[in-house]
């Protein structure tokens, strides 16, 4: 069973950077697309990235493109986050889950990672 690990989210000031990462346990982890989240206070879980099970494909959420890119490595059971000219607007819970296919819609993902805090300081 594919349980994923997230870490990294810590304090930081709008224009920084921060790399997120997913690690998972257990052998099926390669074979899974993977997605990150995000959750602030009040609103709901949002589609962040995604990238395909081999790495070639990505999706971004508007908001993020050109400022993050998810990558993979899956000899390390391993799937970053880069985040780069941080906003405020960013600060959330993020988290990150597996699927079958770059889906948006978080009722497509299963296996959610506990959450790591992103907070973006102005």
């Known amino acids: 069973q594919v349980q994923p690990v997230g870490s990294g989210g810590e304090q930081v000031q709008a224009g920084g950077s921060l790399r997120l990462s997913c690690a998972a346990s257990g052998l099926t982890f390669s074979t899974n697309v993977v997605g990150w989240f995000r959750q602030a206070p009040g609103k709901e879980r949002e589609f962040v990235a995604a990238?395909?099970?081999?790495?070639?494909?990505?999706k971004y959420a508007d908001s993020v493109k050109g400022r993050f890119v998810i990558s993979r490595e899956n000899t390390k059971k391993a799937v970053d986050l880069q985040m780069n000219n941080l906003k405020p607007e960013d600060a959330a819970v993020y988290y990150c889950?597996?699927?079958?296919?770059?889906?948006?819609?978080?009722?497509?993902?299963?296996?959610w990672g506990q959450g790591t805090q992103v907070t973006v300081s102005s």
């Open positions: 990238i395909s099970r081999s790495g070639d494909s990505t």
């Open positions: 889950a597996v699927s079958t296919g770059l889906y948006v819609l978080p009722s497509y993902y299963t296996h």
